[in-house]
């Protein structure tokens, strides 16, 4: 079970370089060899994605459409798409686009839960990068699908991610645990 928080990205943007942006500075770690580059491959929606197994703190991809409008919703069934998804994503401009971080809830890095890690991750990244560069964006609590504008709304993130950290380590760890595998 991971959490995985996307972040909205209302206006184009140079999706390579912010996503390059990210390797950089949020999910390399501390003891990330100088001369290392992170690996990257398409994925195959159009955007990219870090190559998995590479001891990075998480696992980024990002999906863009250059010159066209961001089409979120022909990744989700339509029976799943109700009016406030279908209204939220018609507003996107052609360039702009999404960054997904993904984590396993039983991970810590730099002592963080991963509720914690991404709200850490956020607000570098609006600090740093977006704000910069005049950008706006929006993030969705994965555990309630609530969107939220800018730098709000953490205080939901923790609760429903100590709910779901909580259910997996009194729930699904003592089974997996049970059965003789391990994390």
């Known amino acids: ?21 990210v390797n ?12 290392r580059k992170v690996e990257v491959y398409p994925d195959h929606e159009g955007g990219m994605m870090n190559v998995i197994g590479q001891g990075l703190n998480s ?8 010159g066209k409008p961001l089409d979120r919703l022909a990744s989700y069934d339509e029976k799943d798409i109700d009016e406030d998804m279908r ?20 991970s810590v ?17 609006a600090k740093e990068y977006l704000e910069p560069r005049g ?18 709304g953490f205080e939901e993130l923790f609760k429903s991610g100590d709910a779901a950290s909580s259910w997996f380590e009194g729930v699904v760890k003592p089974i997996i645990t049970h059965e003789g595998l391990t994390l």
């Not at 018609?90 to 809830?105: H, L, M, V």
């Not at 890095?109 to 990244?125: C, E, F, K, N």
């Not at 706006?136 to 709000?152: C, I, N, P, R, V």
């Open 87 to 106: 209204a939220f994503y018609a507003e996107f401009p052609a360039g702009s686009g999404y960054i997904i971080f993904d984590n396993p809830y039983s």
């Open 135 to 152: 950008l706006t964006f929006a993030w969705q609590d994965e555990s309630t699908g609530k969107w939220y504008e800018g730098l709000t």
């Open 24 to 35: 950089e500075n949020l999910i390399r770690p501390s003891d990330w060899p100088a001369d």
């Open 1 to 21: 079970m991971t959490l995985s928080t996307e972040v909205v990205i209302h206006e184009e943007t140079d999706w390579p370089a912010l996503h390059a942006w």
């Open 109 to 125: 890095v730099d002592g963080m839960s991963p509720p914690t890690l991404h709200a850490y991750y956020i607000q570098r990244l």
């Open 59 to 66: 696992l980024v991809w990002s999906h863009f459409t250059p």
